[in-house]
């Protein structure tokens, strides 16, 4: 084990001198013994302790009272010091150790910091080489403003830990002692497996190593490896406040109702746990509910009135209501006891940015860092801010930093990586837009990713009365990955599209992402910026989703969201969250289709709000907004009270749900009243019900599964005359064509499907289809309008720019031609020699040399290319000064020795 420590120090970033590169698990000798030798040969005496004490063996001795350890996993705190008072008194030499710590973990979770460092210190001139002891003689002087002192007590650990052989630990002090070594910055990977694991093999009941190992988890962003930890630790522990507490963190960044129901199981079983509280405060604060989230931290309050993350929490809730006297006072608060505590800053500015507030969140990071410049937390969460607000170059170099001072943290590494990928992208600029995006894509689409921006801009900034005072960045990423890290700085998100920081939009590129328009997520997002802009990124998320997704659906009638059949069932189920709640429905949907219901839900509300009391009241909300005051409030205000807003509108979406395909019987039977496989039962239940919606669907699919091609137009003609607005999957439309096309009908096929892209965005099959039939019929604008739909959805398809190039072509317009034809030869075209012959010929008036250089092209791909060759000649001709030497006297040969002489 001499190996280890010296292996621990050596990977250490913290200043350690070569004479601190000693022994801890059997010391190295005076004599110079090497790392490579065998440790276990060295004869090693222990220093005696300070007063005779002994150290723990093996096995844990006896730990205190049953009652008073019941009584502090219950929160009863109080009660506990008390027995523990008591027991200090009258207990043997050994087991009062135990006691001692039982009281100064209970005086700290009561904010008692001065008595608790008072307490541990005469604790400590008995048991001087606890670790345990002295590493909460750390934690309470730092919370006592001892900042030196504390330093002390770190290194009396670390000196103990050289002294004496790891198995004169006992489990607990075990664990203490790799908690330390961590803060002096020791290698994570050994300490997890040398100390918390070992600590764990010795006595599987020691719990502090299952929390050291789940923290430790947590912090460098391994969610799976905690929850896992913690999971176990409840197998073996039962009801664990610490244990559900520790599973919730986990959960946090992925499952907000897990998290939610690990710390309901934490307060049942104590109410008064502070960390539980607050992690149920700060999920408050992200749902937007900030009274709920106040009443929280009151409970905390009356916990530990002085506990630094309760006031570091309030100062969020000052900022996001606009009190800016009580940010001041809860900050001073927050800091009253360790005046120098990074966390508070590092907690309040990730908040504030968790809100879009990047530039004041930004602020506490360095205010943090000025505390402790090596403080990682603040220094990579100021990365991502910087990233945010456009300033690259620092915040690159940020987090390059915080990768070398810690290779295990995830985000780091994704970062460090993701702008090694980033590199590489093509950036594209034009008056107050950067674009960065693949370079192949960018050739491809880019400049109409432009127009659509600059079209958007020309339309919703004047709409809204805001006007672009810096450049907006779009960042189009064609791995889903380098998107979630760049947009949330881990991998996973894989239910966005884009998001929009305020100047700042990162987005999945059309090869990222599923068949979705991706110009209507571009309109989408750019509407981000300007409400975001308008309301200096104070705007709750409901009504900022809402305003986008209505505005989509205003330039465009097949975007957005529309009432569908699920959502009907929602809304007439009483589904609908209270607008004063909406943004929690974001937070934590307990299905995807949740989450895109409460993006209906959202444009449904600004719908109505501009229905009943105009666009101009909406605007003025904004504004309001801009100024700080609080959504709910504004809404009274500017409209009617909110208690009366949300009946009123609970009654327009019910008449909105009910008013869905009025003639279609939306009631299904009851489980096993109807076989969904037997035709005859759907039959009988088709003739009580002849429109029923869910019937026909099943008929339909039966009769095709049975390709009863004639007999299913029956089925399908019903769905799409009682219901025509449906292009949800499986729509009837999709399904009347494949009958029609199975029966040779082509034009009623093409029929069916025009009447489904006039109302769908993302019917990229459809779209595909009617090109094709369109290029057989030779209508020409048909394949033109089709195939601009389709780029729409999805530009990297190089069948759709010849289609689109041939189209051009025969409608006379040249230039968008040239334009097809070269964007498909970046994609790997099948005959390119017929792409380079068409551009040829389209460049033959305009530009010979140009011309020439794509037949030489066509003909380096196909020497036999007569039309090429035929070409070729002919600009051969017209290039020379005097033409009429060549008529008459050329025959076929001289012709093919002419071209030969200028194919490369």
């Not at 010296?6 to 001198?17: F, K, P």
């Not at 097949?558 to 004063?580: D, V």
């Not at 033109?784 to 959805?793: E, H, I, P, Q, T």
Request: proline letters at 5%.
């Amino acid at each position: 084990m001499a190996f280890l420590f010296s292996y621990i120090l050596h990977h250490s970033r913290s200043v350690l001198t070569a004479a601190c590169i000693a022994v801890m698990f059997g010391s190295l000798s005076a004599q110079g013994r090497t790392r490579a030798e065998d440790p276990s040969s060295a004869g090693f005496q222990s220093k005696p302790a300070v007063g005779g004490a002994a150290l723990g063996s093996v096995q844990n001795p006896p730990l205190a009272g049953d009652t008073a350890r019941e009584q502090f996993k219950r929160g009863q705190y109080t009660q506990c010091i008390e027995l523990a008072q008591k027991a200090i008194e009258k207990e043997t030499y050994r087991s009062k150790r135990q006691w001692w710590i039982l009281m100064a973990e209970s005086l700290m979770a009561l904010g008692r910091y001065e008595q608790a460092a008072k307490e541990i210190d005469t604790a400590l001139l008995r048991y001087t080489v606890s670790i345990r002891l002295l590493k909460l003689g750390h934690t309470a002087n730092l919370y006592c403003g001892q900042a030196d002192y504390a330093s002390e007590m770190l290194a009396k650990i670390y000196r103990y830990g050289r002294w004496f052989k790891i198995e004169y630990w006992d489990p607990p002090d075990m664990v203490a002692l790799g908690e330390a070594l961590l803060l002096l910055e020791s290698e994570p990977r050994i300490i997890l497996e040398q100390l918390f694991n070992r600590a764990m093999r010795i006595d599987p009941n020691c719990r502090e190593a299952y929390l050291a190992a789940g923290a430790l988890a947590i912090n460098k962003q391994d969610y799976e490896l905690a929850a896992n930890q913690y999971r176990k630790a409840l197998e073996r522990f039962g009801d664990d406040p610490d244990m559900h507490c520790g599973l919730a963190r986990a959960f946090y960044h992925s499952d907000r109702n897990l998290m939610v129901k690990s710390l309901d199981a934490a307060l049942y079983v104590n109410p008064n746990h502070v960390p539980a509280l607050l992690l149920l405060a700060e999920h408050q604060i992200d749902c937007e509910d900030y009274a709920g989230a106040g009443k929280l931290l009151d409970r905390a309050a009356a916990v530990n009135p002085w506990h630094s993350e309760v006031w570091a929490y309030r100062c969020v809730l000052a900022h996001l209501g606009n009190e800016p006297n009580a940010v001041n006072t809860c900050r001073t608060n927050a800091l009253k006891f360790w005046p120098t505590n990074p966390r508070v800053d590092y907690l309040i500015g990730r908040k504030l940015s968790q809100n879009y507030r990047f530039t004041e969140g930004a602020a506490y990071q360095r205010q943090a860092m000025q505390f402790d410049k090596d403080y990682l937390p603040a220094k990579i969460q100021l990365a991502q801010d910087l990233l945010r607000l456009g300033g690259g170059p620092e915040g690159w170099t940020l987090a390059e930093e915080v990768y070398k001072a810690d290779q295990y943290n995830v985000m780091a590494y994704n970062l460090v990586n993701l702008r090694d990928n980033m590199s590489k992208f093509k950036t594209l600029t034009a008056d107050k837009f950067i674009i960065r995006m693949d370079e192949l894509e960018a050739a491809v689409y880019g400049e109409r990713v432009l127009k659509l921006l600059q079209q958007a801009e020309s339309e919703l900034c004047p709409k809204y009365g805001h006007e672009l005072d810096k450049p907006v960045t779009l960042e189009l990423f064609p791995n889903q990955q380098d998107f979630a890290v760049r947009t949330f700085g881990m991998p996973g998100g894989d239910g966005f599209l884009g998001v929009c920081f305020g100047n700042l939009i990162t987005a999945n590129s059309p090869r990222a992402s599923r068949a979705v328009n991706w110009e209507s997520v571009l309109w989408h997002e750019f509407c981000h910026v300007v409400t975001l802009n308008l309301t200096r990124n104070k705007m709750p998320r409901w009504l900022s989703e809402g305003i986008s997704v209505y505005e989509e659906m205003q330039h465009n009638p097949a975007w957005g969201q529309h009432m569908n059949p699920q959502y009907r069932k929602m809304i007439l189920g009483g589904e609908l969250t209270p607008i004063s709640k909406l943004s929690s429905a974001f937070l934590s949907p307990p299905t995807p289709m949740h989450l895109q219901f409460a993006y209906y839900e959202s444009s449904l509300v600004v719908e109505f709000l501009i229905e009943r009391f105009g666009h101009e009241t909406l605007k003025t909300i904004l504004t309001d907004l801009a100024k700080g005051e609080e959504i709910n409030s504004v809404i009274s205000k500017r409209a009617a009270p909110i208690e009366k807003i949300e009946k009123q509108f609970e009654a327009f979406a019910r008449k909105r749900a009910e008013g869905l395909a009025q003639n279609v019987e939306w009631a299904q039977p009851e489980n096993g009243q109807v076989d969904p496989a037997d035709s005859e039962a759907l039959a009988k239940w088709l003739t009580n019900h002849p429109n029923s919606f869910w019937a026909l669907r099943l008929q339909a699919s039966h009769l095709l599964a049975d390709e009863k091609w004639e007999q299913a137009k029956t089925p399908l003609k019903k769905l799409l005359s009682i219901y025509p607005s449906y292009t949800g999957e499986g729509n009837a439309y999709g399904l009347l064509a494949r009958v029609h096309r199975k029966l040779a009908e082509t034009e009623q096929e093409r029929r069916v499907l025009n009447n489904l892209v006039t109302i769908s965005a993302n019917a990229a099959k459809a779209y595909i289809r009617l090109m094709e039939i369109a290029m057989e019929q030779k209508n020409w604008r048909e394949v033109f309008d089709n195939g601009n739909k389709y780029l729409a959805v999805y530009p990297m398809l190089g069948a759709v720019h010849w289609r689109m190039g041939r189209a051009n072509e025969e409608l006379g317009q040249n230039d968008q031609a040239i334009e097809s034809y070269r964007r498909l030869l970046l994609l790997d075209p099948a005959d390119p020699a017929d792409v380079n012959y068409r551009l040829a010929r389209l460049f033959a008036d305009r530009d010979p040399a140009t011309a020439k250089r794509y037949v030489l092209e066509a003909l380096a791909d196909a020497p036999r290319f007569r039309q090429a060759h035929r070409l070729l000649l002919k600009l051969i001709k017209d290039s020379q000064p005097d033409k009429s030497e060549y008529k008459s006297t050329l025959n076929e040969q001289s012709e093919l020795q002419i071209v030969q002489e200028n194919v490369p």
